[in-house]
């Protein structure tokens, strides 16, 4: 298993979030998760808060934010993968609540992505709107 930080630090905002997850190779499809692409899968049934131990329940909308940051990369690790089927188990989440943007869930585990299969990183930009407070994401693609 391994934890990736997402960290954005600007001038108005700041966004943090720690995932930790793992990636499962299987040979028929996963009985657990959802697909993101043909053989990339996303579980986030069983996620634990790191810092208090307690399980957090992810609300639907925080796993669609999960499955669009792995949707950015699914097609790289097809392509760098041999295994019939990945299932990313997401594990845990480092989140402050004070601090805690869902839309950050998307870098993040796209950025872990990057780091656990030895992905070119894609760039992600966060702003946000100064007066609304709503966090926009840009993909360079």
């Known amino acids: 298993m391994r934890t990736y930080r997402y960290k954005v630090?600007?001038?108005g905002?700041?966004?943090?979030?720690g995932i930790a997850a793992e990636a499962i190779r299987l040979t028929v499809p996963p009985t657990a998760g959802a697909p993101v692409s043909d053989r990339v899968w996303l579980d986030a049934s069983e996620v634990?808060?790191?810092y208090y131990g307690n399980r957090l329940t992810l609300t639907e909308?925080?796993?669609?934010t999960l499955r669009v940051g792995?949707?950015?990369?699914?097609?790289?690790?097809?392509?760098?993968?041999s295994s019939p089927y990945i299932l990313i188990a997401v594990r845990a989440l480092e989140i402050f609540e004070v601090d805690y943007a869902e839309v950050a869930l998307a870098p993040a585990i796209a950025g872990w992505a990057e780091a656990e299969f030895s992905l070119?990183?894609?760039?992600c930009h966060a702003t946000r709107d100064s007066a609304t407070g709503?966090?926009?994401?840009?993909?360079?693609?």
Request: hydrophobic share 40%; aromatic share 10%; no cysteine.
């Open 120 to 123: 070119a990183p894609r760039r």
């Open 70 to 81: 792995l949707g950015k990369v699914s097609g790289d690790i097809e392509l760098v993968e």
């Open 13 to 17: 905002f700041g966004l943090f979030l």
């Open 48 to 50: 634990d808060n790191a």
């Open 134 to 141: 709503e966090f926009t994401l840009d993909w360079d693609e």
């Open 61 to 64: 909308s925080e796993v669609a």
């Open 9 to 11: 630090q600007k001038s």
